[in-house]
C-alpha cells in the first residue's frame, strides 16, 4: 500500500514559520523508515531530527509548504480561523503529491474536526481517502512528515534570526523577552515579519 503522511510544524510557536510537510510511503520504504529512526519528531533532538531528515529526503518523496510569518499573518486576517489555514495546507500537499503518485490513502495528525481538511481537499479535487488520526505522529508515513516539517521550521526560525540579529526563542512561553528586545531594537511592526501576531503575547508587548 502507497500512502501519504503529513504533519505541521511551527503551528504552537510565537515566532517562525508555519511548515506542512508530506511524504509518500510504501509497504517497502516503511521498515527502512523504522530502522532509520524515524518517529515522532518532538521525541527527538534538533540535531537528530536534522540527520533524519536528510535520510528520509534520499529515501522518500516529499512536499513542504512553508508560510512565512508575515503570509501567516495576512492569512489569518483573512481566514480569522488557524484550521482552516492548517487544512489548506494539508491539503495542497496531499494534492501535489497524489498527483505524481498513485497513492491508496493519506494520514494526517488530526488537528480540528475532520470537515476542514475534507472541505479543503474538495475545493482542490482531490479524490483520496483520508484518515485523519489522534496522535498520528505514531504512524510511520506521519512520523517522517513530522520530522521533515520540524526541521524545515527550525531552518526557518534560525534564518529570521539571522534576519533581525538575534535567537528566536521555540515555543510559546519564553518569547516575551525576546518580542520586547526586537520592539526595543526595530518597531513593533517587526513582530509581524517574524512572528504570528495573533498570539496573546504580542497584545502583552505593545499594549493592544
Not at 481566514?79 to 494526517?108: F, P, Q, R, Y
Not at 512528515?145 to 524545515?152: G, H, M, N, T
Request: net charge positive; hydrophobic share 40%; glycine share 6%.
Amino acid at each position: 500500500m502507497m500512502k501519504i503522511g503529513v504533519d505541521e510544524a511551527g503551528k504552537g510557536d510565537y515566532f517562525g514559520y508555519l511548515v506542512i510537510a508530506g511524504v509518500v510511503v510504501d509497504d517497502k520504504k516503511e521498515p527502512v523508515l523504522k530502522k532509520m529512526g524515524v518517529m515522532d519528531s518532538k521525541r527527538l533532538s534538533d540535531m537528530r531530527v536534522k540527520e533524519i531528515a536528510k535520510q528520509i529526503k534520499k529515501t522518500c518523496q516529499y512536499e513542504i509548504i512553508k508560510i512565512s510569518p508575515s503570509k501567516y499573518n495576512t492569512l489569518h486576517a483573512k481566514m480569522k480561523n488557524l484550521n482552516k489555514m492548517l487544512a489548506w495546507g494539508h491539503a495542497k500537499v496531499i494534492s501535489n503529491l497524489s498527483e505524481k503518485n498513485t497513492c491508496d490513502i493519506a494520514i494526517s495528525d488530526k488537528f480540528a474536526d475532520e470537515k476542514f481538511l475534507k472541505e479543503a481537499l474538495k475545493k482542490l479535487n482531490v479524490k483520496i481517502k483520508v484518515l485523519q488520526k489522534i496522535n498520528g505522529e505514531y504512524n510511520t508515513a506521519v512520523a517522517a512528515a513530522s520530522i521533515l516539517a520540524r526541521d524545515e521550521f527550525l531552518k526557518t526560525l534560525r534564518s529570521l534570526g539571522r534576519m533581525v540579529g538575534m535567537i528566536l526563542p521555540k515555543g510559546a512561553a519564553d518569547v516575551e523577552k525576546a518580542a520586547k528586545e526586537l520592539v526595543k531594537r526595530y518597531k513593533p511592526e517587526i513582530l509581524n515579519e517574524v512572528a504570528k501576531v495573533h498570539f496573546k503575547t504580542t497584545r502583552k508587548i505593545i499594549g493592544q
